[in-house]
């Protein structure tokens, strides 16, 4: 299994034209452990869900990340830029030996959302999203989430949010937290038009989120998936007021298929 460090290292040196450049702000990982039998029964059969003991025994995690895109826009091409809420569902999975997260879909509120469909076969949906956080010296007192698509409806109430994360539950050190939870580099998807596996990898530097309180929280997606109960708390959430992302586009195919 390949760390952070090695991971980092196979990345450009440089940024190029080609590359997303984002900032991302009221960020927001919301987590669940989840049954690994489920999970599997939603991956692609060379994609390994990776394991954490949580709830007493074995689990996977599954967490919605959410968050306000500023300013999205290819680095070479200044024009047009996004602005919009996002959220992705994601697991977290090995791929031969590389660790990284599975994206089941993404939700986006802009019309650009179709340009990433038709180009790479993202498993992006334009779907109505607000994201609204109030912060106070740095601080979370409140954030809510809500989207009321047809593909990725859901909710979320979160705050308040003071302390650094320290070592959450269900990770077995700040290394593996790091590595896997916090700041994952590589991402699969399945291709919606020929349902070969697309990846693409991220940079940034490394979150420090505070924990914050989950008030309350349901994505639709993961029940869909038959991997979240409907009324399943989270395992827990962090939260950031804002970091940077460098999108190393565009995604590629890889030899494997669903």
């Not at 697991?91 to 660790?99: H, R």
């Not at 009321?148 to 705050?159: I, T």
Request: glycine residues 8%; hydrophobic residues 40%.
């Amino acid at each position: 299994m390949t760390t952070v460090a090695e991971n980092a290292a196979r990345l450009p040196v440089k940024p190029r034209p080609w590359h997303c450049l984002t900032d991302l702000e009221d960020f927001a990982i919301v987590t669940y452990d989840v049954d690994l039998g489920a999970l599997r029964r939603v991956l692609p059969p060379q994609t390994k869900p990776l394991t954490f003991d949580a709830a007493g025994g074995e689990r996977g995690l599954v967490s919605a990340v959410i968050f306000r895109d500023r300013d999205f826009h290819f680095r070479g091409m200044p024009w047009p830029r996004m602005n919009c809420g996002q959220v992705n569902y994601r697991a977290y999975v090995t791929n031969g030996p590389d660790v990284g997260v599975w994206f089941f879909g993404t939700s986006l509120d802009h019309w650009l959302t179709g340009i990433a469909r038709r180009l790479w076969a993202m498993p992006w949906h334009r779907e109505p999203i607000q994201v609204r956080a109030r912060w106070h010296s740095g601080d979370l007192e409140r954030f809510q989430f809500r989207c009321s698509g047809g593909w990725g409806e859901g909710e979320a109430e979160l705050g308040p949010a003071s302390q650094p994360v320290g070592l959450l539950p269900g990770l077995a050190s700040p290394v593996q937290q790091s590595e896997i939870l916090l700041d994952p580099f590589i991402g699969w998807y399945r291709r919606s038009r020929d349902d070969s596996i697309g990846r693409y990898e991220v940079r940034h530097v490394p979150l420090r989120p505070l924990r914050a309180e989950v008030r309350s929280a349901r994505f639709v997606v993961f029940e869909r998936l038959g991997i979240v109960g409907s009324e399943q708390v989270p395992l827990h959430a962090v939260v950031q007021q804002a970091t940077t992302f460098d999108v190393l586009t565009p995604p590629h195919r890889t030899p494997s298929r669903w």
